[in-house]
Structures are given as C-alpha cells and as structure tokens.
C-alpha cells in the first residue's frame, strides 16, 4: 500500500505552503486508497515550540488534511538515527570534521575556486585531507566532531544512480550537489538528512512528497538509501507556494499563517481556493 507522509518542523505556525505540502502528500495517498502519516520533524529542538505542535494538528484538522494514525516525533528516533550513523562509519563512508563555521568560511574565502553547490559554498573538504594521526589525536582529545558524508567515496560504493520524480522525471544522481554533507551535528548528534532517510524507511514512506527546494537533497538521500539498504520511494517535488510578488513564503510570515487566515472569518475551503493546483499524479 502507498504511504506518503507530511513532515513539518514545529518552529512556528503552519502557513499556505504547509498546508500546500500537507495537501498534496494527503492527496497523493488517498489516490491510491494509501495512508499519509504526519511527523514531526523537531530534531532542532531549540528551535521547536510545544504549542506549534499542537496548533499544526488542529489547523490541519480544521483544513480537512486528515492524517493516518499518531504523528512521530523525530526527537524519539536518536537511537534509530545513531545506529544508523554507526552503520555508515563501520562502511567507512564518514569523516569526522572539527571545523567552526568561521573556519569554514575563512577557508572558502582563501580558496581561489571554492566548490559551490545550488545554495552557495560547498564544505572545502579540510578535514577530509586530514592526516589519520592527526585525526586520532584530535578524537582521542575529547574534540566532539560533526560527522559527514564523504561523498566521493560513498559514489564510488554505489555506482550510478538516479530516482524517479512523478513531476520532474527521471533524474540521475549527482554525488557531489551538496558536497560532503553534516549528518551529524556537533550539537544534535543527528541531522535532516541522515534523520528523513533513516524515518522514511522505517515509516514505509514509498512517496515522498516534498517541495521542490528540497530535489537538491534528494541526491544525497538515494546515496543513503543505497548504502543503508533502503529501498527506493518514488518522489514527487511540487512547486512552492510564492506571495504576490512571486517570493517564496517566509515561515515567519504571519499574514499566510493558517490559523489567522482562520481568524480573519475565512472558510477552509476558501483557504485551500489559495492553493496552486494539484499535481497530475495526485489527481
Ligand atoms: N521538514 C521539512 C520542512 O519542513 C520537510 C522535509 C521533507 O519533507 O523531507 O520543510
């Protein structure tokens, strides 16, 4: 059976673009008689608010967007997530990687052709050159790393790749689009990539249903999947929901909040009359 799920953070209250996502995921389940599940995506906690929690639930609800059974809250998957992390270190796919951010951004600033990615800079690899004694010294010295990907190495474990998308059509992988991602921050000890591959396989997720600003790091999830044995979901990236002037929403932008749509006398379906259409494939 088809499961899609919707997988906001509860960082704020939800607005049009939530519920866009939110539809589309529902839609696409119930074409095919399937079930969408709702998680929570809060492994930031200190950015998540326990009334954003609850406050999605009920604009949803009040929406008509109907979810399958309880949400799941990423927050209470860090054993699954750390296994998973110790998996890819035992395939030798990872590095540990000392760097601050400051750090970063000076090498970047030094370097004469820096590697970029569709969003900016990519991480220069500093770490990655790192002499193995040196590496050693530096764990065994308590240093708590971040953890990345080494994503020529992990290419070279899993050949060519590419992943079905139900808007955008085949698309074949490019290891390297984000470079050697973080999947586990000095801080949270997990990451969104690392924290979505892992739950959407052990959700069952077979579509997932996303916003096209994330098809960028749907190369890196198939990499994952790959080296974690997970099987392949189908993925559907729609457009996002832009404001008059053809921006992309800001989440802290109250005025397309849900609930005060709600407030101001609005009906729910004419809320949702705000929406862009359905993709085909959820129709
Ligand atoms: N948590 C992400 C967001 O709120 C969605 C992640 C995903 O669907 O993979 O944008």
Known sequence: MNRTRFAPSPTGLLHLGHAHAARVAVARARRDGGRCLLRFEDIDHTRCRDEFYAACEEDLDWLGLRW?????RQLDRA?????AL???????????????RREINEEVARM?????GPEGPLYP???????????????????????????????????????????????AVEPGLLGD????????GTSYHLAVVVDDADQGITHVTRGEDLLPSTHVHRLLQVLLGYPEPVYLHHGLVTDTAGR???KRDDSVAVRHLRDSGMSPAEVLAL?????PSCQ
């Open 68 to 72: 399958d059974g309880d949400p799941l």
């Open 79 to 83: 054993t699954a997530h750390r296994a």
């Open 86 to 100: 110790e998996r890819l270190r035992g395939l030798g796919v990872l590095y540990p990687c000392f760097c601050t």
């Open 112 to 116: 004469a052709r820096a590697p970029h």
């Open 125 to 171: 690899g500093t770490c990655r050159q790192l002499d193995p004694a040196e590496r050693r010294a530096r764990l065994a010295s308590g240093a708590e790393p971040a953890w990345r990907l080494d994503a020529g190495r992990a290419a070279a474990r899993c050949g060519a790749l590419s992943f079905r998308d139900e808007v955008h059509g085949g698309i």
């Open 181 to 188: 991602v973080v999947l586990a921050r000095k801080d949270i």
């Open 248 to 250: 992309r929403l800001a």
């Open 275 to 279: 929406l862009p259409g359905l993709p």
